[in-house]
């Protein structure tokens, strides 16, 4: 039975931005990143009314159709309960289209906010495994989702049985030699529009080589760093969209030649660098400042907190 939330409620979200696949580990491997979205909701009496401050202010709707409000309502569903309107407020930090999990932090946020209006009634919230599942579900693959709503670094996988897919995930902790490099391009990229780049069949031998590197890269990661150049290698997505992100493909190919291991960000067009140095060489800097990326270090991201009431969570 679905049970009705009163207005008055109100909830505070804050989750993080996301690389994914990490060179070799394609739909696998998520690492949270320390840039943030917060998502404050209040039930209301009647109707939506959605409003944006920061990256996407003046681009995404304000209605129904906005992806945080998408996710409320889908999760409102699972929790079994439904609220009479909605207020809605977004403070984005995250650049959208860059490939640093936008849409799956949208998606994340939106879900959680349900478990900080839930528990101001009583009823159960939606557990860490169900917040991955319907996350993944609206991005079709866990990688980005799950590092939003687990944090650290993960190793998420899919299972096709029955008539959805099971996603699931599980934590890997990050080496603490391990400094973080966003490089952030002002252009943008859709994950839709690079995956039809991709052919539909990949070879034995370049499977047998992403599958080598991806098991590589989880001991990289955890215990051994000095193996990321090599852990970091890739022949089926990384290659295949150089050529819808030059500039990209370029500052990938400068850092790596400077002896830092790097990776396109998801499907780019952002790159990070993942090297156990505190500063990036000083070719790699100079070219990302010319080419228009912003280029700063950042922490881990820490899994997706959610508050009932509204709080300075940032």
């Known amino acids: 039975m679905t049970r009705n939330l009163p207005a008055g409620l109100t909830a505070t979200v804050v989750v993080a931005a996301s690389s994914a696949n990490l060179g070799p580990g394609f739909d696998s491997l998520g690492l949270a990143l320390s840039l943030y979205d917060e998502i404050v909701v209040e039930t209301i009496e009647s109707g939506l009314v959605v409003d944006v401050e920061g990256e996407g202010a003046a681009q995404v709707p304000l209605d129904s159709t906005h992806l945080v409000v998408r996710a409320i309502e889908h999760g409102l569903q699972s929790a ?133 590197r991806a098991a590589l890269l989880v001991v990289a990661l955890t215990q051994r760093p000095d193996l990321l150049m090599e852990a970091t290698e890739d022949v089926l997505h990384q290659p295949q969209r150089a050529a819808a992100m030059p500039r990209s493909a370029e500052y990938l190919q400068i850092l790596r030649r400077c002896g830092v291991p790097a990776v396109l960000s998801g499907a780019g067009p952002a790159v990070i660098a993942m090297s156990t140095q505190s500063e990036l060489p000083a070719e790699a800097v100079e070219f990302g400042i010319a080419n228009g990326f912003t280029v700063k270090e950042m922490k881990v991201g820490e899994g997706v907190r959610w508050t009932s009431g509204v709080a300075a969570a940032r």
């Not at 977004?90 to 936008?102: A, E, K, Q």
């Open 80 to 212: 079994g309960v439904q609220a009479p309107g909605l207020k809605v407020h977004c403070r984005n930090d995250i650049p959208h289209s860059r490939g640093l999990g936008s849409s799956a932090a949208a998606v994340v946020g939106g879900l959680a906010v349900v478990n900080g209006l839930v528990a101001q009634a009583g009823s159960e919230p939606l557990t860490t495994a169900e917040l991955i599942q319907l996350a993944s579900e609206f991005e079709g693959h866990p990688d980005n989702a799950s590092a939003a709503v687990l944090g650290g670094a993960v190793v998420s996988w899919t299972e096709h049985e029955g008539v959805l897919p099971r996603y699931a995930a599980v934590p890997v902790q990050l080496h603490p030699d391990i400094h973080l490099f966003p490089g952030i391009p002002e252009e943008r990229s859709s994950t839709a529009e690079t995956r039809v780049l991709l052919p539909d069949q990949v070879s034995h031998t370049d499977a047998r080589f992403n599958l080598s």
